[in-house]
């Protein structure tokens, strides 16, 4: 190695930023041998070069800094993405000084499965492709099983360990021991109540969690102004775990090197699908419901390899009510290629939809229908992540480092994610809107018409007498009953 090397090392360092990151040590021949995390780039990759550390260091890594020829670094915002880029990076490399994450652990995730009557917030390290909400990772294990073991308690959600019953009258017990007692939720409801509070729960997992610790916040400053010391310290407890499971992390293990290597993506995966140029534009179905009820489908589009959300479409089914994801798909490819065509719009250079041969070829049912030649067609089977083609072509398995088939993982996971977004979002409106159904004398046609004038049920709940008056079919008394209905439920929510 020549002798001015570690000289140029050291003034690369003094370049180095005062901040967050993963730095990359490169041998001579540039292969990459350690993978370190950095709460500051700049003094933790300056401890490298610095000789007076050299003989308290141990032997493994005054080995490791005779090989170093060169170093990369890559600058992140939090200390928690840093750990997490780390991992991503040790498990794709291996480099061989690093030995924390070569066992390929994974951090957790929460799984959340909307296909179960009582939806259970579960711990994971596996993502699948099978319609559950995952949220994470989160990077602190411990903090998390506190944050969902006080999700319970705020939310009256149900964890792994829970064995809810269900009553002869269609309601559920969530609990037959003390724990009907200690969570102070009511132990006995319907699954639509359940459902409220799991998308509560949910919404903080996304972040929505200002209210939430704002009020923890006032309740620990209230027990400490009354000296009771332990359960302010208990709260200031629960509120650190709360705020260090949220931190902000962007998701590495998702992130493909796409957005500096979209051409490359899109040239390889031309190639590899035996296309005459590379897809620069793309489109992607998905389908998603709850044991056959709210049945939706996506279709998200990319251009130039990145999401083009302009684009997005969101269908609901309306040609039949049940669960059967092909004729799903046959509905909604032809309704949004006849809009193009009618439209003069054209069509994009690769249709991707997510399953396998059967969803393919309800996919090309639908052109059939309408007399007109697909787009280059293609189905991302979850299982393998097989590519399955329309015609008599095998089905194609590409390496899971191919970046073509990491396009086409990006482009199905967006079009999952922003179905089972609308389906939630429909969902919850379904919920709020369903209290009508209980009170007396209200059918149908009277709801449709309130539903209308007001557009939703908070604007419902706030209107004075005289504004519902204004409803088509709503005369004094049916006013002042469902006035009064509305108010009685707040109060009922409110305890």
Partial sequence: MPAAEPVNLKGKVRHLPDRPGVYLMKDRLGRIIYVGKANSLKKRVSSYFQRSRGQTLHPKIRALITMIADFDTIEVKSEPEALLLESRLIKQWKPKYNTDFTDDKRFLLVRVDPAEELPRFRLTRIKK?????????????????????????????????????????????????????????????????????????????EGKSREWLDSLRGEMQAAAQKQSFEK????????????????????????????????????????????????????????????????????????????????????????????????????????????????????????????????????????????????????????????????ERPPLNLPTSHPGLQLLQRLRDEAHRFANTYNADLRSKKIRESVLDDLPGLGRVRRVALMEHFGSMERLRAAGREEIRQVAGFGPKLTAELHAFLHRADARNAN
């Avoid at 049912?365 to 393998?384: D, H, N």
Wanted: glycine share 10%.
């Fill in 129 to 205: 492709y099978d319609h559950s909400r995952y949220f994470g990772p989160f990077v602190h294990g411990d903090l998390l099983r506190k944050t969902l073991a006080q999700m319970r308690r705020q939310s009256g959600i149900l964890l792994s360990d829970a064995r809810p019953q269900k009553l002869p009258d269609g309601t559920w017990q969530l609990y037959d021991d003390v724990r009907q007692e200690l969570y102070g939720f009511p132990n006995i409801v319907t699954a639509e109540d359940y459902g409220l509070r799991v998308e509560t729960a949910c919404a903080f997992l």
């Fill in 232 to 391: 302010a310290a208990e709260l200031r407890d629960v509120i650190f775990a709360l705020e260090k499971t949220l931190e902000k992390t962007r998701k590495f293990e998702r992130a493909r090197p796409l957005a500096r290597a979209g051409g490359n993506a899109l040239a390889a995966l031309g190639t590899a699908l035996g296309l005459p140029a590379p897809p620069n534009t793309m489109e992607c179905f998905d389908i998603s419901h709850i044991s056959g009820t709210f049945v939706v489908a996506s279709m998200v589009r990319f251009t130039g390899g990145q999401p083009d959300k302009d684009q997005y479409r969101r269908f609901q089914i309306k040609s039949f009510i049940g669960n059967d994801d092909f004729r799903a798909m046959e509905e909604v490819v032809g309704r949004r290629y006849r809009r193009l065509r009618d439209e003069g719009k054209s069509f994009p250079a690769l249709l991707v939809v997510d399953g396998g041969r059967g969803q393919v070829g309800a996919a090309l049912k639908a052109f059939i229908a309408l007399g007109l030649e697909p787009p280059p067609l293609i189905g991302l089977a979850k299982k393998r992540e097989t590519i399955v083609f329309p015609d």
